[in-house]
């Protein structure tokens, strides 16, 4: 998915850092140097314009893990990850977009799954926690990424979003058909780019990854668990609904209105169609 790309604008722009400082008119030394120090002011903004806006520029890394199955084989996976966007100053860029790539054991099967960009919350989706292999079908757990990401997902609990590979083509499924003998996390998981980058190899063996997840606390990080587990999403993360435009609303906000007509007023005016809006769910039955 090609990277949007920010025009910098005419050359003439207001505060453009390359403006030409012999092109002042002459004037009396009070005003030149008046001129000079708003000049020198404005390009001061411009930089930090600058360095405002290459914090949306994509940068991109890619690596191999090691990945131990649940029967012992071993496979080589290659990750790729992209990170771009919006991001507070002296933050990491978010994942905007992601991939995983390997061979199905058993077969000479090429794999890929992808991770897009999402528009509506500005970032890639998941943090990929396991692969495994049965049978020649392919099955990943991924944790949402954010809480954004976790409510358009529908805030699973335990919180994984399970993909099935078969028949040429990734679809989700519940977590009561991932296949109970897989229950332990075999991906490099939060920040897996620098995590690898650390390592400083070619290729991070299944031990390394296994090492990375000993010093998790939380137990849905340790292992795929299968029973609910309080405040999966975190404790800030309340639920939301998305107009599919990049806008989110807290579900309360809808619960709060008095009637459906009123739910449905408050839909138009938030930019919620037919489709997104919530009210016909939130009334059924009133």
Same mark, same amino acid.
């Given at each position: 998915?090609?990277?949007?790309?920010?025009?910098?604008?005419?050359?003439?722009?207001?505060?453009?850092?390359?403006?030409?400082?012999?092109?002042?008119?002459?004037?009396?030394?009070?005003?030149?140097?008046?001129?000079?120090?708003?000049?020198?002011?404005?390009?001061?903004?411009?930089?930090?314009?600058?360095?405002?806006?290459?914090?949306?520029?994509?940068?991109?890394?890619?690596?191999?893990?090691?990945?131990?199955?649940?029967?012992?084989?071993?496979?080589? #996976?290659?990750?790729?990850? &992209?990170?771009?966007?919006? *991001?507070?100053?002296? $933050?990491?860029? /978010?994942?905007?977009?992601? @991939?995983?790539?390997?061979?199905?054991?058993?077969?000479?099967?090429?794999?890929?799954?992808?991770?897009?960009?999402?528009?509506?919350?500005?970032?890639?989706?998941?943090?990929?926690?396991?692969?495994?292999?049965?049978?020649?079908?392919?099955?990943?757990?991924?944790?949402?990424?954010?809480?954004?990401?976790?409510?358009?997902?529908?805030?699973?609990?335990?919180?994984?979003? #399970?993909?099935?590979?078969? &028949?040429?083509?990734?679809? *989700?499924?519940?977590? $009561?058909?991932? /296949?109970?003998?897989?229950? @332990?996390?075999?991906?490099?998981?939060?920040?897996?780019?620098?995590?690898?980058?650390?390592?400083?190899?070619?290729?991070?063996?299944?031990?390394?990854?296994?090492?990375?997840?000993?010093?998790?606390?939380?137990?849905?990080?340790?292992?795929?668990?299968?029973?609910?587990?309080?405040?999966?999403?975190?404790?800030?993360?309340?639920?939301?609904?998305?107009?599919?435009?990049?806008?989110?609303?807290?579900?309360?906000?809808?619960?709060?209105?008095?009637?459906?007509?009123?739910?449905?007023?408050?839909?138009?005016?938030?930019?919620?169609?037919?489709?997104?809006?919530?009210?016909?769910?939130?009334?059924?039955?009133?």
């Amino acid at each position: 998915m090609p990277f949007s790309q920010r025009s910098a604008g005419p050359r003439n722009a207001p505060g453009w850092v390359g403006a030409d400082a012999s092109a002042v008119p002459e004037q009396n030394s009070g005003t030149r140097s008046r001129n000079l120090w708003a000049m020198l002011k404005r390009a001061g903004a411009a930089l930090i314009l600058g360095a405002g806006v290459g914090a949306c520029a994509a940068a991109g890394s890619s690596w191999k893990e090691e990945v131990l199955l649940h029967d012992g084989q071993r496979l080589i #996976v290659e990750r790729t990850v &992209e990170r771009g966007g919006r *991001r507070e100053v002296g $933050q990491h860029p /978010p994942i905007r977009q992601q @991939s995983l790539t390997f061979t199905i054991p058993g077969s000479q099967k090429k794999v890929a799954w992808t991770d897009p960009f999402a528009p509506d919350h500005g970032t890639a989706s998941f943090l990929p926690m396991l692969l495994e292999a049965r049978e020649g079908v392919a099955y990943l757990v991924a944790h949402p990424m954010g809480c954004l990401s976790y409510n358009k997902w529908g805030r699973p609990n335990p919180p994984y979003v #399970v993909f099935k590979y078969q &028949e040429m083509e990734w679809s *989700r499924i519940a977590l $009561q058909e991932l /296949p109970l003998e897989f229950r @332990s996390p075999n991906l490099i998981f939060s920040s897996p780019d620098d995590e690898a980058k650390k390592f400083g190899k070619n290729i991070v063996s299944a031990e390394e990854i296994r090492g990375l997840y000993a010093t998790y606390r939380q137990p849905e990080y340790r292992s795929i668990l299968r029973e609910e587990i309080p405040n999966p999403g975190g404790e800030r993360c309340i639920p939301m609904v998305s107009n599919g435009k990049g806008l989110w609303r807290a579900q309360a906000w809808f619960d709060g209105k008095p009637t459906l007509e009123a739910c449905r007023d408050g839909c138009r005016n938030e930019g919620f169609d037919e489709k997104t809006c919530p009210c016909a769910k939130i009334f059924e039955g009133k």
